[in-house]
T-cell receptor, first 113, second 116 residues
Framework: GNSVTQMEGPVTLSEEAFLTINCTYTATGYPSLFWYVQYPGEGLQLLLKATKADDKGSNKGFEATYRKETTSFHLEKGSVQVSDSAVYFCALNGADSNYQLIWGAGTKLIIKP | DTEVTQTPKHLVMGMTNKKSLKCEQHMGHRAMYWYKQKAKKPPELMFVYSYEKLSINESVPSRFSPECPNSSLLNLHLHALQPEDSALYLC???????????????FGPGTRLTVL
């Protein structure tokens, strides 16, 4: 079946550091891939998405590239800010999941000033 | 209007109370969802409404009763809840539930429910 694996957190970085949060998936066919972000005390916001191989999603300085050969969708940002502190969820959907979202466990990111 | 709204933001209820959570979207989306989220965990799907009809019920206890009065509104009626039902309840919508394209889900801010 479909599944998503994210790196365990929390991830703690200093402000202006480079960020990578790893995400790998298992799915047949060509799922769409998403990163959602949840700030403390809030709901989920779609951060970026990619719908086919080699697509790059980007938003607010974050990027992720759909890599079919490595079944990965790693989230990156060149210079993080304290305001980026949040929980980040990787997710996929596709025909095999009846178009429902399959979630990773989430990675808590802590940015220290 | 590109947002999903939920009311109330917070709700405290006793185990014998009856209450309702409300969700609204005006994006013309035809699929709406209820999720339950426990702290530090990803959301768990509860119900899916597709074109205002219940299409998925993920074996949710009957003390949770969803309702979709029209294409913009989604309710979740609560009755005789247990303390373990305390969680963040999230509503989401997407343009269509199943199709040849893959649609992202847009989430509301959630209702934080505490059952005493």
């Amino acid at each position: 079946g479909n599944s998503v694996t994210q790196m365990e957190g929390p991830v703690t970085l200093s402000e202006e550091a480079f960020l990578t949060i790893n995400c790998t998936y298992t799915a047949t066919g060509y799922p769409s891939l998403f990163w959602y972000v949840q700030y403390p005390g809030e709901g989920l916001q779609l951060l970026l998405k990619a719908t086919k191989a080699d697509d790059k999603g980007s938003n607010k300085g974050f990027e992720a590239t759909y890599r079919k050969e490595t079944t990965s969708f790693h989230l990156e940002k060149g210079s993080v800010q304290v305001s980026d502190s949040a929980v980040y969820f990787c997710a996929l959907n596709g025909a095999d999941s009846n178009y429902q979202l399959i979630w990773g466990a989430g990675t808590k990111l802590i940015i220290k000033p | 209007d590109t947002e999903v709204t939920q009311t109330p933001k917070h709700l405290v209820m006793g185990m014998t109370n009856k209450k309702s959570l409300k969700c609204e979207q005006h994006m013309g989306h035809r699929a709406m969802y209820w999720y339950k989220q426990k702290a530090k965990k990803p959301p768990e799907l509860m119900f899916v409404y597709s074109y205002e009809k219940l299409s998925i019920n993920e074996s949710v206890p009957s003390r949770f009763s969803p309702e979709c009065p029209n294409s913009s509104l989604l309710n979740l009626h609560l009755h005789a809840l247990q303390p373990e039902d305390s969680a963040l309840y999230l509503c989401a919508s997407s343009p269509s539930p199943t199709s040849g394209t893959y649609n992202e889900q847009f989430f509301g801010p959630g209702t934080r429910l505490t059952v005493l």
